[in-house]
């Protein structure tokens, strides 16, 4: 007679499998239908992760309904190892993105954001050339200065507009150079403009549509921010997912310790 917590295993198991199945179609999706480098950037990971959740359930499965020990042993100690990784990403996620916040300009509804704010890890990330200049392209192949640009707003509308930090950073040029406003991505200099303000930034803004502030220190820190508020929202999606394995986990602790005691004492035959 199957136990109780085996038949629960295989259930939990037979779940994984379809969020397995479904990680892989959307790899596949991706794959196929991916137009842009940041597009692509996701079709390994999203690949990765269904490969790994197709393995997982399949051993728990084997492991509880076929009672194959061997496979439920490192079953268990694959969800182990799972378990350990997600809490330190987690602990990790919540420490170098524990500083940094924009900052309240006065008279305007949007803040802005300053790179030394940030963590020196993430700030090394995205100093780094070669990773700014695929941030950089992701920035362009999305769209969200031309998407800014498009509202057609009045000086005072988007004064009291409520920015999001990569707009704020990486579509206008920072409060303090007062610049005159033309358009949402289009600043005028003032006459006799000194490059060598204190603010790197000013001289960086180009009213080009295809460099605007992407390299200005403002729009990495406004990156970083929206980085921030991402991984905060995922961590705390981990912890969730977190408790779902360590349940698993136990279930399947449960489950391993069923099949070792009925190989050890195997049932007898009915006519006995």
Excluded at 48 to 72: F, I, N, P, Y
Aim: proline fraction near 3%; charged fraction near 15%; hydrophobic fraction near 45%.
């Amino acid at each position: 007679m199957a136990r109780c917590s085996n038949g629960l295993l295989g259930l939990l198991n037979a779940c994984v499998l379809v969020l397995a199945v479904v990680a892989l179609g959307g790899g596949a999706w991706l794959s196929h239908r991916a137009s842009t480098d940041c597009e692509r950037f996701l079709e390994r990971p999203v690949i990765a992760l269904g490969v790994l959740l197709l393995a997982l359930s399949l051993a728990g499965l084997a492991g509880a309904l076929c009672r194959a020990t061997c496979l439920l042993w490192l079953y268990l100690l694959a969800l182990f190892l799972l378990i350990v990784l997600l809490f330190a990403f987690t602990i990790f996620a919540f420490v170098v993105t524990n500083r940094g916040a924009g900052w309240v300009v006065s008279g305007r509804g949007y803040k802005e954001y300053r790179l030394g704010d940030y963590s020196t890890w993430l700030q090394r990330r995205v100093e780094n050339a070669e990773n700014w200049a695929k941030i950089r392209s992701c920035l362009q192949d999305g769209k969200v200065c031309q998407k800014l640009g498009e509202r057609k707003e009045t000086v005072t509308q988007f004064v009291n507009s409520n920015l999001s930090p990569i707009q704020s950073g990486c579509c206008k040029p920072p409060t303090g150079c007062n610049f005159t406003y033309q358009s949402e991505t289009v600043w005028i200099k003032p006459p006799g403009f000194n490059t060598t303000t204190d603010d790197p930034d000013c001289a960086t803004w180009s009213n080009d549509q295809t460099a605007l502030c992407y390299d200005c220190m403002a729009c990495k820190a406004g990156v970083l921010a929206n980085l921030k508020n991402d991984w905060k929202k995922i961590a705390t999606v981990n912890i969730v997912f977190q408790i779902f394995l360590i349940v698993v986990y136990s279930v399947g602790c449960c489950a391993f310790r069923n099949n070792r005691h009925d190989n050890s004492y195997p049932a007898r035959p009915a006519w006995k």
